[in-house]
């Protein structure tokens, strides 16, 4: 069992950064890939950013790739995504999420956060 819980959202003006955190408890951390999805009003939850579980391998959403940056520190099983050049389609609420085989599939992730909401103002 894993219990996931994001911080650092909030109201940021457009060109902005921010970075969201995701403290992990629980067993294993270390041995999940982590993701960050997010979901706008009316959208379905897409994904954005991976980590694989060594943090060696990232993956990104064509739409997120060059301005965001997913990092991971076990040690302290803490998830990141560093978020710049934020612009009005980023507004969403940022879900993280533990699990393992395709990346940028809701379906592999097991554990879920309950959302931190990011609003990017014009």
């Known amino acids: 069992q894993v219990h996931l819980d994001e911080s650092g959202g909030g109201l940021v003006q457009a060109g902005g950064s921010l970075r969201l955190s995701c403290a992990a408890s629980g067993r294993s951390f270390s041995s999940y890939t982590m993701a960050w999805f997010r979901q706008a009003p009316g959208k379905e939850r897409e994904f954005v950013a991976a980590s694989s579980w060594n943090g060696r391998y990232s993956y990104y959403a064509d739409s997120v790739k060059g301005r965001f940056a997913i990092s991971r520190d076990n040690a302290k099983t803490i998830l990141y995504l560093d978020m710049n050049s934020l612009n009005t389609e980023d507004t969403a609420v940022y879900y993280c999420?533990?699990?393992?085989?395709?990346?940028?599939?809701?379906?592999?992730?097991?554990?879920w956060g309950q959302g931190t909401q990011v609003t990017v103002s014009s």
């Open positions: 999420a533990a699990g393992g085989g395709r990346y940028d599939s809701r379906s592999s992730y097991e554990y």
